[in-house]
């Protein structure tokens, strides 16, 4: 079987990344609940649960993505990540679909699950390039990410639409293989400095 289609766990100190499972279904619901409405992804809930694990089938069975349960240090659910729009051929991924419980938001949870995807996307998959979206308003998640070292690629305008029927800007940014061991550094060094809060 190709890494690509294999389901993986990444643990670090803070976090591991678990395979996602129909069981986690209830503890997923429950950790999100008092997110609210995203700018940067579908926050699934109570009455579309179902349907968002539905829509991650049938892009894993596609090949074009491996989801992620995401556990704190203390094995409890914490929110959900997965790699999408993979591609084998091109050597490229995104990671996305991330949300988070708040209690877990702002700590060394995004800054460890990010470390970990990256490193399995370049130093496993052999990936060319990894890429991150998110709404172009959701100013929180634009400095996020541009904090893991990031570069901006552009602005995709009238990208998606809402659920909501609000057609969204997409701001997309990437990491470069040859980027990698720089952004590694600077991953650690954040850990680093997380650590000694």
Sequence with gaps: MS?????VTL????????????????????????VGPSLATIVPDATTVDGWYDAIDKQVAAGRALPFTVLDADGTVAGVTRFLRMNEAYARVEIGGTVYAP???RTGVNTEAKRLLLTHAFDILGCQCVQLRTNVLNRASRAAIERLGAR???????????????????????IMAQEWPQVRRN???????????
């Design 3 to 7: 890494a690509w289609r294999e389901a």
């Design 187 to 197: 991953l650690d060094h954040l850990l680093v400095r997380e650590d000694r809060r």
């Design 103 to 105: 209690r877990v938001q």
């Design 152 to 174: 901006l690629d552009g602005i995709l305008r009238g990208h998606m639409v809402t659920p909501d029927g609000e057609v969204r800007d997409s701001a997309v940014y990437s």
């Design 11 to 34: 643990s670090g100190r803070h976090v591991t990344l678990r395979p996602l499972a129909r069981s986690d279904r209830d503890a997923i619901v429950a950790a999100l609940a008092d």
